[in-house]
Nanobody, 115 residues
Framework: QVQLVESGGGLVQPGGSLRLSCAAS????????MGWYRQAPGKQRELVAT???????NYADSVKGRFTISRDNAKNTVYLQMNSLKPEDTAVYYC?????????WGQGTQVTVSS
């Protein structure tokens, strides 16, 4: 069982930046994949970015060049640096982790991009 706690969401103007953090209760070394998904109102949850234990990274096309995912295994934490935010980035962002072939979700953090 892995507990995931997100932080860093909030309200930001278009073009602004936010950094999300997700702290895992288990050792990051045993977590194969960590990442971020998001869900906007009335839409399905979608992949934003993932990073493996060996730091292989995958981004959704919609965030490439604007978002950066990273992980600090010593702190059991994954980060999502979001720059050049757009109104269409507004969503609840969920942290995700895969441990021993089981997936775990955080409670979500709201990101709102609006002027």
């Amino acid at each position: 069982q892995v507990q995931l706690v997100e932080s860093g969401g909030g309200l930001v103007q278009p073009g602004g930046s936010l950094r999300l953090s997700c702290a895992a209760s288990d050792s990051a070394f045993s977590i194969a994949v960590m990442g971020w998904y998001r869900q906007a109102p009335g839409k399905q949850r979608e992949l934003v970015a993932t990073i493996t234990r060996n730091s292989a990274i995958n981004y959704a096309d919609s965030v490439k060049g604007r978002f950066t995912i990273s992980r600090d295994n010593a702190k059991n934490t994954v980060y999502l640096q979001m720059n050049s935010l757009k109104p269409e980035d507004t969503a609840v962002y969920y942290c995700y982790a895969v441990l021993l072939l089981s997936g775990y979700w955080g409670q979500g953090t709201q990101v709102t991009v609006s002027s």
